[in-house]
């Protein structure tokens, strides 16, 4: 089955750290652009960041840049997100998501159901 | 990187159509014939009906197009039926970026 399994998120204090992870299984990870994508309770989809295949680009929203970082492991099938310097504002389902069919920069076919992060004190 | 505008809400009685709007700027939306449109239901991970302005992805009913002009893209949804009822969100890329729209929500009357 062509799946993503996304993991990691929890309950943390402002300032605080956390990884999240991706698990992709059913297709060639390694041949496809990741993305994450966050959605905070009742409000809309953000996108956060992304990766080229084999993780030497990335590119971050301004929200996040300089404490979130984006990574991959191919021999793992699996894509990352270290997150840093947690903000109350970060508190979302954290989606990881790809095109897998659709070629392109755009139009992401297949996404993970997410892992909640909350930060509160 | 400032979200796309969408309308919060639309409506239509089933059989009718609904159409969503979503502007952007030239350095998105009108810079490229990169626009996508997705929906969610309630506790649900997003899916994609629209990719590349008015490309329709594999079991899509073709009921649901999209088209552009300038800095806005549209969605429609004829021939609305309940499970049509959800939220729906376009996205554009934006260079090295991609940027959401502040979502729709479409009630079927």
């Known amino acids: 089955e062509v799946q993503l399994v996304e993991s990691g998120g929890g309950l943390l204090q402002p300032g605080g750290s956390l990884r999240l992870s991706c698990e992709a299984s059913?297709?060639?990870?390694?041949?496809?652009?990741m993305h994450w994508v966050r959605q905070a309770p009742g409000k809309g989809l953000v996108w956060v960041s992304r990766i080229n295949t084999d993780g030497r680009s990335t590119s971050y929203a301004d929200s996040v840049k300089g404490r979130f970082t984006i990574s991959r492991d191919n021999a793992k099938n699996t894509l990352y997100l270290q997150m840093n310097s947690l903000r109350a504002e970060d508190t979302a389902v954290y989606h990881c998501?790809?095109?897998?069919?659709?070629?392109?920069?755009?139009?992401?076919?297949?996404w993970g159901q997410g892992t909640m992060v909350t930060v509160s004190s | 990187q400032s979200a796309l505008t969408q309308p919060p809400s639309a409506s239509g009685s089933p059989g009718q159509s609904v159409t969503i709007s979503c502007t952007g700027t030239?350095?998105?939306?009108?810079?490229?014939?990169?626009v996508s449109w997705y929906q969610q239901h309630p506790g649900k991970a997003p899916k994609l009906m629209i990719y590349?302005?008015?490309k329709r992805p594999s079991g899509v009913p073709d009921r649901f197009s999209g088209s552009k002009s300038g800095n806005t893209a549209s969605l429609t949804v004829s021939g609305l039926q309940a499970e049509d009822e959800a939220d729906y969100y376009c996205s554009s890329y934006a260079g090295s970026n991609i940027v959401f729209g502040t979502g729709t929500k479409v009630t079927v009357l």
């Open positions: 030239s350095s998105d939306v009108g810079g490229y014939n990169y």
């Open positions: 590349e302005v008015s």
């Open positions: 059913g297709f060639t990870f390694s041949r496809y652009w």
């Open positions: 998501a790809t095109n897998v069919v659709v070629l392109g920069p755009d139009g992401f076919d297949m």
